[in-house]
């Protein structure tokens, strides 16, 4: 159950808008017997209310719904105002502490006696950007035969946040935008977390790219050779090894799967000379990694 407390000033009569607020003035001018006919927003009268009255008292609305009334009860308090209902009833805040359990250890091979060391972390994977850590406080010890094992753990309180990665078109300069950047974030701190996260290049996974293509037989050699030249062109776009060629087409990506058969409809599309092509490679399955082309062969068909 959520309590939204400025709602409830609404709802108890007391205006919390701007709009509000003037409607209320400008009945209050009218039941004093007020002469004011000028109610427009740029009246002078109605500027200096707006100035000295009505934002003020917007500020402290704000500051009852938000913080106040919040705070009155233990369910939506925080920090030194829930210490204070605490110390009310003679209750102190408890201190902080570490989460313990069992996490459930399997091993591949079963053979012989494995130890597991007291202080052993695990580690997960990135979870909404920040990694947890757990460390064991028992040895744990496998016997021959025996393929899972649960040990003692405790929460190691050592969640850090992931490195960031940096996608660049291959070309850039990379290493003086990612020294600029890393200086920017550890120190001056402009990312909000110290010297937690570290900025560096997205790994890469080298490929090798055979391509044959069979151009329309209505082209002479200078227009095959062309095409051939435009289509090797298209394909390292497609790599992000060239910018600015006007391409609009398919570019790899991190963490996702890259389709040849894809790249051969764009590469119909942009080339009306394309009479058939067939790529020898099959689709490119990216982890947190971006694919480039180690070596590429586009060649005439028979």
């Known amino acids: 159950m959520t309590v939204d407390f ?6 108890s009569g007391i205006p ?14 009218i039941a004093q017997g007020s002469q004011l006919s000028n109610t427009s927003a740029y009246s002078p009268f109605w500027r200096v209310i707006s100035a000295l009255v009505t934002k003020p008292l917007l500020w402290l609305l704000t500051f009852v719904s938000d ?4 705070n009155f009860f233990v369910k939506t308090a925080g920090g030194a105002w829930l210490d204070m209902l605490a110390w009310a009833v003679d209750v102190e805040r408890k201190g902080a502490g570490r989460a313990v359990g069992q996490i459930l250890f399997t091993r591949a091979d ?4 494995l130890q597991v060391p007291i202080g052993t972390v695990i580690q ?4 909404n950007g920040t990694v947890y850590q757990l460390v064991t406080t028992a040895l744990g010890v496998f016997q021959a035969g025996q393929s899972q094992l649960q040990i003692r753990i405790m929460y190691a309180i ?3 946040y992931a490195n960031a990665f940096v996608l660049f078109d291959q070309g850039v300069p990379a290493a003086s935008y990612i020294e600029q950047m890393n200086a920017q974030v550890t120190i001056e701190g402009n990312h909000g977390h110290g010297d937690d996260l570290l900025v560096q290049v997205m790994p890469e996974t080298q490929h090798d790219i055979s391509l044959q293509i069979w151009p329309r037989l209505t082209l002479n050699a200078d227009e095959r050779q062309a095409l051939l030249a435009s289509v ?5 776009t497609a790599f992000r090894e060239t910018a600015g060629t006007g391409y609009v087409l398919t570019l790899t990506l991190p963490q996702s799967r890259f389709s040849f058969s894809r790249l051969g409809e764009e590469l119909h599309q942009q080339f009306p000379g394309l009479e058939s092509l067939r790529f ?14 180690r070596n590429l062969q586009v060649a005439i068909g028979d």
């Open 6 to 11: 400025k709602q409830a000033l609404a709802d």
């Open 16 to 29: 919390t808008t701007e709009a509000g607020l003037r409607a209320a003035w400008e009945a209050e001018v």
């Open 67 to 70: 913080t106040v009334l919040p």
């Open 110 to 113: 079963s053979t012989g006696t």
């Open 124 to 127: 997960s994977a990135s979870i």
């Open 158 to 160: 050592r969640s850090y």
């Open 232 to 236: 090797e062109q298209f394909v390292r």
């Open 280 to 293: 020898e490679n099959t689709d490119i399955v990216s982890q947190l990694n971006i694919p480039r082309i």
